[in-house]
């Protein structure tokens, strides 16, 4: 491949060519590309291919997931692979062929098989990262890699979904192993019946000989963007021309090498250079040579590129580290990232960020590593890879690294990565080994023990390495002599958006222990051994039980979603979708630099000087009330007016013509500030100020009733970011008649209306809403929507044109809260023989940031504490309190989490401090048939339904079987620990929306139209409601269609959540097509078609419009689910794996069980992110909030779901309320470890 001529790149895109050349726009106006534009807002912006998604910009999400078939200049060969479009700047895609998901297959030419297996295996829920995913398996099928369960989870591993629970997602993908068993075939031939696959959809047909260029029909012209930024790229197609560009370059001028752009996921402040230069042309950096004695790479070999060939030669001698050092990089990054970044990329990383725990660094150090570096004048030096640290590295360009063999039969080569989750994340703390030993395990010359996660400076563990040397690991002196050595050199350096330095310490100890017992294997006695192997996440699988009744379907069927087709091809359009209007403006919010205080002052001039910006409004442009709360007293500004609460709050809002100028003169106004104070963060600081008590009293057990034993306790559950994959997005376009159009991607379109209206004035009939569906909301989109709608509509009013405002994510995880945090305190006392709680006082303090608009979350805690117990006398407290952090809101069971998991946290207490069984305990406070629960009542069935559930889990998990192998599991391992724990949960739901629905039959050909008060986010509610609609009206699914939700249909209606949306829609439509029914009645009853019923009811003057409006019922009813989780850790680590997971929920007649299946198991993932995994962390000092992106803020990836997922919807319970008896229904890594305050002198080898 060539390189382009001038200053112009060249690629294709779904087939048609492209060129980017420097200029202006055809127009005069600015050039539409800069020199960093992004694939991801090329494909979306200038090509409207806005079925490619984008959600972090930083190589974690796999949303802008691609396939791009490059070119190796080294080889000539073409390699498929998926990258990340958000990372990959368009003029560094130099003659890629790229595909994107709208190209593969739509409605019109089918659909791949990716897209179609994916929906109807019900692989999408609010389908925002589908496309994404089809991207993903898509580049797997068409590289020519053998697709195997283990390769599918593999390339899946930079695609996080919030929604599913991946489970469905690996088994619709699983499908297309090639060894299918005879079950996967038939589903396939099923799939193939609905939705054969059709050829390429958008691709060029490529009639003519033009290549792209025109001149067929089916060949589209080239297109021709002019970019701003184009002068400022080089294209070297050799070593000495890279060199001769660096010299070139004046010394004032800043230049960057570009291979992958990965390095901007990482560190995205990186600031602009003056230049760049890509490194893809360059063959000598492409180049990969073996001799006998060692493996030369070139710097931009990949590093997907450097793990396959480490595979190849893992079995060829003096190259067996190569296995491990290959199994270490499938962890590094992702698969997107890892085909697009290189290691030299990696090397650079490091060697400007010292504290970057950078694996490939010490991998390539740990196995001796010699790089090759050219300086301007193409002179090449060779220095180790550690050196490279201290290199002064201006003007120069790694060439290559040369690894050398090693020898096998003396040398261990061993490393290790422990991570918050199980992949796709950065090192707490890594470490690489290199033990030169003999046969009796004497370390015979000085080894090698890097680690990284430590501090900037720390690579060598020299003193330990000192120590070592010529002493035996047999000799239990020199294991606890090295440790302690060890123990003494490793200082991590505190940093407070990174484990804490303890831990570190603690992990650098347990690594170096680690490879001791692997390395003696079985010379150390057989329950130590365990603690030598590392613990992995085999492939995945689930299965999932429910009934079906065939007389209500459609009711009752599993069907796959409506819309999910058009999810997976990324037809689905979502609120930021939308094209802009031609004068549409962009905006992006300028927030506080402290989290207590005043501002003194705000200076917007640099930033309004910045070309193309429109404006700047902030507090005094709101005509109406600066308020974004809708009810009650509390007030929350919505852009402050002085007063500061916490870090990250909205000041005003810039408006620009291009995104790209609103964010740099955000960056531009300067705040100055008055009255700082240390913010308040904490429950237990907040409780401290108002000058309560913070502490719980001692462990102390003070009763002195005989028989009876007290536990007191206190726990804390964090808070939880949403981590919706479609961030808060709104448009806001001025009409005329002073009206507004308002597409806000809400949950709760009544309060955006009213927020709106109240801060604007504009009275509500004067702004028009509509919300086709949401990309995932999980409570975040009830009360933030109508802050940021506001935000847009105030803007969009001053400068009287059309304003878009999608949050960054960065913004959105700063700006606004998540989940409410909670401390609960608890003192209980039990029998000691039977283990009944004689007496409970148990409080819930919750966070509820900087106002207390979601306060009363803890009265939904109060309504669950009881759980499935019987409750007499507990008494149970609710109180919230004020932090300098974003103001926290509703997540997805909000309170009810913290409500179960406060009395299941009592449980356990109590069943430890009495030696009992934990089961056993519960069952004995278990509630009965008589007792009245404080909300949900107890219907005569309940006891029954949740005794059925026992017995079953009990009998089909076999749980007292598996509790005596695990108990035999852990009698027999030291350092690896299994646990099973049932927990059951009790849900009273209140069926409490009110919800207008319209249903609508079309006369001419009977097809039928509804729109419900309810908002589709992914919990399949328009599918719900068709199926209700079609069983009702007694009509094929088929004939209808769920519209968007519209506040001129549904001005009054409350917002979609508590997860009685579907329920409450689904009602709503029943009775509008009872209704419907009623007027048809005569009709039918003559025996014609439904075609022809309607078409004489319309002629007989019948209103074919039925509009029912559902009021609230207000008699709650239990939803009863139980869990049996298997948990497998590593206390060395303190990483842990989900062997098996049994969950069973009582849905009653499920509407739609494949969809209530999904939600099970989506919210179970959810569940676990939050207590195991994801956690906020904050600098103390300024109340800013430190995980604020997708790089340290985790939630679940697809490897860190149980390995056995069972899911089941228990059956035949029926229910008179839900309609046609339905239902709806951070430990973290480092604190697992920390709980079980290893020290030293545990790590014993006899
Ligand atoms: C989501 C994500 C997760 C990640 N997780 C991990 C992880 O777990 N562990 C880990 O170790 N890394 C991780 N990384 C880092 C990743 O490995 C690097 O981003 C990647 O290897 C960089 O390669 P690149 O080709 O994209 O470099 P670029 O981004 O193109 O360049 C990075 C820097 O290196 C310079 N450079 C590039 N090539 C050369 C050269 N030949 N000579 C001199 N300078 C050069 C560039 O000028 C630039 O300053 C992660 C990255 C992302 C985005
Ligand atoms: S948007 Fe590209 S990986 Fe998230
Ligand atoms: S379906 Fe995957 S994020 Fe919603």
């Known amino acids: 491949m060539s390189a382009p001529k001038g200053k112009m790149v060249s690629f294709t895109i779904d087939g048609q060519q492209h060129q980017v050349s420097v200029g202006a726009a055809s127009d005069g106006s600015t050039a539409p590309v800069t020199a960093s534009t992004s694939l991801a807002d090329y494909l979306r912006d200038q090509c409207g291919l806005r079925g490619t998604k984008v959600m972090c910009r930083g190589g974690m999400c796999g949303a802008c997931v691609v396939t791009a078939r490059v070119t190796d200049p080294a080889t000539g060969q073409t390699e498929v692979r998926a990258v990340n479009s958000c990372l990959a700047p368009v003029h560094n895609c ?6 994107t998901v709208q190209a593969i297959g739509d409605r019109k030419a089918g659909y791949h098989p990716a897209q179609s297996r994916l929906a109807q295996m019900n692989g999408t829920q609010c389908g925002y990262c589908s496309p994404g995913m089809v991207m993903s398996m898509y580049s797997l099928l068409e590289s020519g890699e053998a697709v195997t369960p283990q390769s599918v989870e593999q390339h899946l591993d930079g695609n996080l979904c919030r929604c599913t629970g991946y489970r469905p997602i690996l088994d619709a993908f699983k ?16 799939i193939e019946d609905v939705a054969p696959s059709g050829s390429k959809a958008g691709l060029c047909a490529k009639k003519c000989s033009g290549g792209g260029g025109g001149g067929c029909v089916g060949c589209p012209r080239t297109a021709r963007l002019a970019s701003d930024g184009a002068e400022k790229w080089s294209y070297p197609t050799s070593l000495a021309e890279l060199c001769a560009i660096i010299k070139a370059n004046p010394a004032d001028k800043t230049l960057k090498l570009v291979r992958g752009n990965t390095g901007t996921g990482v560190y995205h402040d990186a600031g602009q250079p003056d230049g760049y230069v890509s490194l893809l042309k360059v063959p000598e950096l492409s180049q990969v040579t073996q001799t006998s004695s060692a493996l030369t790479l070139g710097a931009a070999v990949s590093l997907s590129r450097v793990i396959e060939e480490f595979q190849k030669l893992s079995s060829t001698a003096g190259f067996g580290h190569f296995s491990d050092m290959a199994s270490h990089l499938l962890l590094v990054a992702n698969t997107p990232v890892r085909n697009a970044g290189s290691w030299a990329g990696n090397l650079m990383l490091k060697q400007t960020h010292g504290d970057f725990p950078s694996d490939v660094f010490l991998l390539l150090a740990a196995a001796g590593g010699r790089l090759q570096i050219a300086d301007e004048d193409a002179a090449t030096t060779e220095i180790s890879v550690e050196q490279l640290l201290s290199e002064d590295m201006a003007r120069k360009v790694i060439v290559s690294v040369t690894l050398p063999t090693l020898d096998e039969t003396k040398y261990v080569f061993k490393s290790y990565k422990i991570t918050p989750r199980a992949i796709s994340a950065h090192a707490y703390v890594n470490a690489a080994f290199v033990l030169p030993l003999d046969a009796s395990f004497t370390v015979v010359e000085k080894p090698t023990l890097l680690f990284g996660g430590i501090s900037a400076d720390f690579v060598h563990a020299a003193n330990t390495e000192a120590f070592l040397e010529g002493r035996s690991l047999t000799d239990e002196q020199t294991v606890q002599g090295a440790l302690a050595a060890l123990q003494a050199e490793v200082v991590p350096t505190p940093d407070p958006a990174e484990a804490d330095p303890a831990y570190r310490r603690s992990l650098a100890c347990a690594l170096l222990y680690k490879v001791v017992l692997r390395v003696l294997g079985d010379q150390v006695p057989a329950p130590l051994r365990s603690g030598g192997e590392d613990l992995t996440h085999p492939v995945s699988s689930g299965t999932q039980q429910f009934d079906t009744d065939q007389t209500l379907w459609p009711v009752n069927k599993a069907v796959p979603k409506l819309e999910a087709q058009a999810q997976t091809s990324g037809e689905a359009k979502y609120t930021g979708d939308e094209p802009a209007e031609p004068d549409e403006l962009v905006a992006v919010y300028v927030q506080t630099t402290i989290a207590n205080g005043k501002v003194a002052s705000v200076d917007t001039s640099a930033a309004l000087a910045v070309p193309g910006v429109a404006g700047y409004v902030s507090a005094a442009d709101i005509a109406g009330v600066n308020n974004i709360c809708s009810y009650g007293d509390t007030v929350e500004e919505l852009f402050t007016s002085g007063q500061v609460l916490y870090y990250g709050q909205a000041v005003g809002l810039i408006v620009a013509d291009t995104y790209r100028a609103a964010r740099t003169a955000a960056g531009l106004v300067k705040i100055t500030y008055t009255d700082v104070q240390p913010p308040v963060l904490t429950i237990k600081d907040a409780l401290k100020k108002q000058g309560g008590s913070a502490t719980t009293t001692p462990a102390a057990k003070t009763t002195s009733k005989q028989g009876v034993r007290q536990v007191i306790g206190e726990f804390s559950i964090g808070g939880q970011y949403h981590f919706t994959m479609e961030t808060q997005t709104v448009r806001a376009v001025p009409r005329d008649d002073d009206q507004l159009d308002l597409f806000s991607a809400t949950q709760d379109m009544r309060d955006v209306n009213k927020v709106v209206s109240q801060i604007t004035t504009l009275p509500m009939h004067k702004i028009n809403m509509s919300v086709r569906r949401l990309g995932g909301g999980y409570g975040s989109k009830l009360q933030h929507p109508s802050r940021v709608a506001s935000a847009a509509a105030v803007a969009a009013l001053t ?37 009944k709680i004689s007496s409970l006082q148990i409080k819930f303090t919750a966070d509820a940031g900087a106002v207390g608009y979601a306060a009363d979350d803890t009265s939904l805690a109060l ?6 117990y019987e409750a007499e006398g507990w008494q149970t407290e609710g109180t919230a309190v004020l932090t300098n952090t974003a103001s926290n809101t509703w997540c997805r069971a909000p309170g009810t989490v913290q409500g179960v998991s406060g009395i299941e946290c009592v449980m356990d207490h109590l069943a430890h401090e009495l030696g009992m069984d934990p089961w056993a305990l519960r069952q004995a406070n278990f509630f009965g048939p008589d007792t009245k629960f404080r909300k949900g009542g107890n219907r005569a069935t309940d006891y029954d339904v949740f005794m059925q559930m026992v017995t079953e889990m009990f009998s089909e998990a076999d749980i007292d079987a598996r509790k005596a192998d695990i108990a035999q599991f852990n009698q027999d391992n030291r350092w690896r620990k299994r646990a099973l724990s049932l927990v059951p949960v009790r849900w009273p739901i209140l069926l409490f929306a009110r919800y207008p629905t319209i249903v609508s039959i079309f006369k001419d050909d009977g097809t039928v139209a509804v729109s419900t008060g309810g908002v589709e986010m992914g919990q399949g509610l328009n599918t719900k409601v068709a199926q209700v609609c079609a069983k009702v009206l007694g009509i094929p699914l088929e004939l209808v269609s769920v519209k968007p939700n519209m506040n001129i249909i549904n001005p009054n209606g409350d917002a979609t959540g508590g997860s009685v949306g579907s329920d409450m829609s689904s009602l709503a439509t029943k009775a509008a097509c009872e209704e419907m029914n009623e007027r048809l009645a005569p009709f039918k009853a003559e025996g014609r078609a439904w075609a022809d019923v309607v078409k004489r009811a319309f002629n007989l003057g019948v209103n074919l419009t039925a509009y029912h409006y559902q009021k609230p019922i207000l008699t709650p009813y239990n939803i009863f689910a139980l869990a049996a989780v298997e948990l497998e850790m590593d206390v060395l680590t303190g990483q842990y794996r989900l062997n098996r997971t049994d969950l069973y929920e009582d849905a009653g007649q499920s509407l739609s069980p494949a969809i209530d299946i999904g939600q099970c198991e989506g919210a179970f993932i959810m569940g676990m992110g939050l207590h195991l995994g994801e956690e906020n962390r904050y600098d103390t000092e300024t109340g800013r909030k430190l995980t604020d992106s997708s790089w340290n803020y985790y939630v679940p990836s697809s490897k860190d779901i149980p390995t056995d997922f069972r899911v089941k919807l228990i059956k035949n319970n029926d229910n008179p309320i839900g309609i046609f008896n339905s239902k709806d229904a951070p430990g973290t890594v480092e604190k697992a470890q920390t709980a079980c305050q290893l020290s030293p002198e545990m790590f014993v080898i006899s």
Not at 94 to 99: A, L, R, S, T
Not at 175 to 190: G, N
Not at 863 to 868: F, L, Y
């Open 175 to 190: 499908t297309f192993v090639p060894e299918a068993d005879e079950k996967t075939q038939q589903i396939i031939k099923d």
């Open 799 to 835: 400068v009287n044109k059309p304003v878009r405002l999608v949050l960054d994510i960065r913004t959105n995880m700063t700006l606004l809260g998540g989940r409410l945090p909670y401390l609960i305190q608890y003192q209980a006392e039990a029998d000691e023989t039977t283990g």
């Open 94 to 99: 130099q003659g890629w062929q790229i595909e």
């Open 863 to 868: 309504d669950t504490v009881t759980n499935v």
